[in-house]
C-alpha cells in the first residue's frame, strides 16, 4: 500500500491508529510559511509559494537535519493535514521525502541542495 495524503484534524488521524500521522497545524511537522499571511516584502503568500518555501527550507544545512528525522518518522504512514485535498500542501513534501525508495537512512534528492 502507498502511503496517501488524507485531509483531516489531529482527531481523526488518532482514530486511524499507527498507520496515519497528523502533519497539519500544531504538529512537529506543520509548514511554519502559511499561505495567506502577508509577508514583510510584498502580498501575501499562495498556498503553492508556502509549500515550495517549506521544500527549500528543507533543502538548507539545518532543514537537511529535520528533513532526514522527518523520513525516517513518517516513512510508511498517511500523512494528514487540513488542506483541501485539491490545493499545494507541505503534506505532498514530506511524502515523497519519507517514501522515495531505499531504506529510509540515505539522503534523498530533496535533501540535495538547490534546484
Known amino acids: 500500500m502507498t502511503p496517501v495524503r488524507l485531509r483531516g484534524a489531529p ?15 500544531r504538529s512537529r511537522y ?4 502559511t499561505a ?6 510584498g502580498p501575501p ?3 503553492a509559494e508556502s509549500v515550495d518555501l517549506f521544500e527549500a527550507t528543507l533543502r538548507g544545512p539545518i532543514g537537511r537535519h529535520y ?3 522527518f523520513a525516517r518518522a513518517l ?7 487540513t488542506c483541501s485535498l485539491d490545493a499545494p ?5 514530506l511524502l515523497h521525502l519519507a517514501n ?16
Open 75 to 81: 516513512r510508511g504512514l498517511h500523512l494528514m493535514c
Open 30 to 33: 506543520a509548514n511554519p510559511f
Open 11 to 25: 482527531r481523526d488521524a488518532a482514530a486511524l491508529s499507527t498507520a496515519c500521522a497528523y502533519v497539519g497545524p
Open 100 to 115: 522515495e525508495p531505499g531504506d529510509g537512512t540515505t539522503s534523498s534528492d530533496l535533501l540535495e541542495g538547490p534546484r
Open 45 to 47: 503568500m499562495g498556498a
Open 67 to 69: 528533513a532526514a528525522r
Open 89 to 93: 500542501c507541505h503534506a505532498d513534501v
Open 36 to 41: 495567506g499571511i502577508r509577508t514583510p516584502l
